[in-house]
T-cell receptor, first 117, second 109 residues
């Protein structure tokens, strides 16, 4: 079990460039999430998905897009990179929504560190 | 809107001392509360999950309490070790996880 994997680990973009952050999980979880973490701050939810073909916005969706064509993959797209998108991006997955009303937790990938100059 | 606050932002203790990390949240309508550990350059690892109906959870040297009515949780780490140095994040669950900014712990050998 690889768990949640993310690529790339690091990336530097110029203002206005586009890129896709990749996320994959092999635990057959229906629920997947994208967070960003700014220095000294907690994680903020960008988008989440409750299953293939279904996505919804989180707290900070502006400037991002997602798709979920398979259970395993949940890529995050930045269309026109801006310096405000400099952050560390984490993908996570869980068996149930929000980590679960019961005992399920979310499993996190190692993160992608993105710098926009 | 749920707000999660962690105090202190940073903590430095000598090895062997007990650690006390605090978390407060504004909306008590939560399903559960979790404590995560984050090592530099790494993702988050779940340490303890307390369901809303529970008062505490224990795992080894770690003990977390939850007082939902007052919107508080405390993570205790007994007999700290240098390997406990990390950032500890608290998160509460309604339909999503809302995170605090974390407490960065340094345990000095």
């Amino acid at each position: 079990n690889a768990g949640v994997t993310q690529t790339p680990k690091f990336r530097i973009l110029k203002i206005g460039q586009s890129m896709t952050l990749q996320c994959a999980q092999d635990m057959n979880h229906n629920y997947m999430y994208w967070y960003r973490q700014d220095p000294g701050m907690g994680l903020k939810l960008i988008y989440y998905s409750v299953g293939a073909g279904i996505t919804d916005k989180g707290e900070v969706p502006n400037g991002y897009n997602v798709s979920r064509s398979t259970t395993e993959d949940f890529p995050l797209r930045l269309e026109l990179a801006a310096p405000s998108q400099t952050s560390v991006y984490f993908c996570a997955s869980s068996p149930t929504l929000g980590g679960g009303a019961g005992t399920d937790t979310q499993y996190f990938g190692p993160g992608t560190r993105l710098t926009v100059l | 809107k749920q707000e999660v606050t962690q105090i202190p932002a940073a903590l430095s203790v000598p090895e062997g001392e007990n650690l006390v990390l605090n978390c407060s949240f504004t909306d008590s309508a939560i399903y559960n509360l979790q404590w995560f550990r984050q090592d530099p350059g790494k993702g988050l690892t779940s340490l303890l999950l307390i369901q809303s109906s529970q008062r505490e959870q224990t795992s080894g040297r770690l003990n977390a309490s939850l007082d939902k009515s007052s919107g508080r949780s405390t993570l205790y780490i007994a007999a700290s070790q240098p390997g406990d140095s990390a950032t500890y994040l608290c998160a509460v669950t309604d339909y999503k996880l809302s995170f605090g900014a974390g407490t960065t712990v340094t345990v000095r050998a």
